[in-house]
């Protein structure tokens, strides 16, 4: 298992950028496929984007494909979400997961999460 705590969550304008941050504690995050997914009030958990362990694959849900990127530093054991052109229904929490190795896309696939980031976009 790894720890993961999420960080970079906040307040943004419509048409804003935001980067998020999962740092992860243990020395075999370079092992773990990794995942953002996100939970808007009264709807249900949602997949974002995942990273491949070697950072070779990575896969985005449409709604967010063109506008966010997601990155990996193994060397410091930290994943990112870099958002851009947010839109207000972007606003949710924002949570990050590891799993095996692969990319993948349901939360099922995922053993570990973080606590989550509160993502919140001002129309």
């Known amino acids: 298992q790894v720890q993961l705590v999420e960080s970079g969550g906040g307040l943004v304008q419509a048409g804003g950028s935001l980067r998020l941050s999962c740092a992860a504690s243990?020395?075999?995050?370079?092992?773990?496929?990794m995942g953002w997914f996100r939970q808007a009030p009264g709807k249900e958990r949602e997949f974002v984007a995942t990273?491949?362990?070697?950072?070779?694959?990575?896969y985005y849900a449409d709604s967010v494909k063109g506008r966010f990127t997601i990155s990996r530093d193994n060397a410091k054991n930290t994943m990112y979400l870099q958002m851009y052109s947010v839109k207000p229904e972007d606003t949710a929490i924002y949570f990050c997961?590891?799993?095996?190795?692969?990319?993948?896309?349901?939360?099922?696939?995922?053993?570990?999460w973080g606590q989550g980031t509160q993502v919140t976009v001002l129309s």
């Open positions: 997961a590891a799993g095996p190795g692969g990319a993948a896309y349901y939360s099922t696939d995922y053993h570990s």
């Open positions: 990273i491949s362990s070697g950072a070779d694959h990575t």
């Open positions: 243990g020395r075999t995050f370079s092992e773990y496929g």
